[in-house]
Structures are given as C-alpha cells and as structure tokens.
C-alpha cells in the first residue's frame, strides 16, 4: 500500500536537506507523467493544504521526495477518478491512518479482453464522464459550465457525455476563476492552442497517412509530444513576459 505522508518540518538532518527539491525541480520531474501540470497547480494544491513543503528562510519551496510522491498521488487521482478535491483528502488521510482506501472508477470505460494482456488494454484509457460526474469533479455548478461551453472552451462529446481533456480544462478555467479571471477573457488562450494544433497536426499529418501501419501509429506519439512541448514553451513564454522567477 502506497503511504504519502506529508511534508514539514522533521527533515532536520543533512542527508534529509540534501534530498529536498525547488518547486522547478518537482516540475520537472512530474512533467513525464502530468504534462499539463504547472507550478499554479502545485501551489494551489499546497493551499488546499493537500501537500505541505518546507520553506527557507528567504520563502522558498523545498519538496522532500515523499511530498513529490503524495503530489503524484493527488494528481492521479484528479487525472484517473476524477475526484474533487475534499474526497482525495480524506483518501489521503485514511491512508496516513494505515486504512486500506479503494478508488472509485468514475466513468472510465475499457477496450480490449477480458485477460488484460491485449494490445488495446496496453494503450490509453478513454475516460468518459457525465455532466454531473464532471461538474462534482471540479467543484462547479451548472451556470459555470454552460459558461465554459459558450466560450468553446469545453465541449460535450456527441453522448452527452465529456471527456479527460474537457475534465482537465474546467478544472484549470476554476482555479483561474479563484483570481477573478472569467471565461471570456480566455478566448485568446482558446485561439492560441487551436493554432498551436493547426501547427501540430501540420507536423504529424504525413505520418498519419503513411502507408506503413507502424509509422501511422507513431503519429500518435510524436503528437503528444509536440503537445508538450508546446505547452512547455507556452509556460516559459508567460513567466518570461511576467519576469516571474520560480520559488
């Protein structure tokens, strides 16, 4: 069982200083697996009082490799069950408590046999969620995702239902929400990544309509890594516009 005991005070050793890492450091390192992970999320996790780093003196963030483990956790748990935040913190303290914790699975949906050694089990989840299921995910109300759906910033899959990008986006409109940022004024961030696909699917395009099966299934995985690293570059854009420097 996973234990992801918080950060803190208690890491008074040398070894123990020497492990602890800057929040840029953490970025980096959950970047393989969370992509869309940025230093806003990790900060407003940390006052959702879900992880606890340490500060220095000077008010910097140091991460000990179990507080980096814990963040994992919470931001699976937001990535595969959908969980608003109050119900992963009682999942996190029941676990801290040593209490065996099972996940619910909202709305994923599996492909493939039964005998889970298919090929199609090895490739990505299509999660799936409902209107109801989404809105308690992110904490939001009706009103908030008709707004969202107006500006085309999230979009309902023809079901009805949406899917783990639309999760991801209303849960990033809502913390952005939380600075009085609405969702009208993020047309422009809207058009921007509808252009940086453009760009994308421009670079993949002749790969999708390879003849050789294996090079049209690689167009998938260099797309998502175009997709990041975009994103990358979108981030550092906007810290170096701000001068913002990294604590």
Known sequence: MLHTPRGGAGHGTAAAEHRLMSIGAVLNVLRD???????????????EGLIEPQRTPSGYRKF??????RLAHVLRMQRDHYLPLKVIREHLDAMERGEQVTLPSVGQQRDGGADGDTEAQDERT??????????????ADEGQLA????????????????????????????????????????????????????LV???????????????????????????????????ALVHSALGVRER
Do not use: C
Request: aromatic share 4%; glycine share 6%; charged share 30%.
């Open 33 to 47: 697996e969370f992509p869309e992970v940025t230093i806003s999320k990790i900060r407003f996790l940390e006052s």
């Open 64 to 69: 000990s490799p179990e507080d980096v483990e």
């Open 126 to 139: 299509a999660a799936r969620v409902g209107r109801e299921a989404l809105l308690a995910a992110v904490e």
């Open 147 to 198: 707004d969202w759906e107006t500006y085309g910033l999230i979009a309902a899959l023809p079901d009805g239902s949406y899917d783990a990008d639309a999760v991801t986006v209303a849960a990033l409109v809502v913390e952005l929400g939380r600075f009085g940022i609405e969702p009208r004024h993020l047309r422009a961030m809207k058009a921007a990544a509808e252009r940086d696909a453009a």
């Open 201 to 235: 699917d421009q670079v993949v395009a002749p790969l999708r309509r390879h003849r050789n099966p294996q090079t049209r299934a690689h167009a998938e995985a260099r797309t998502k890594e175009l997709a990041g690293l975009a994103g990358r570059l979108h981030t």
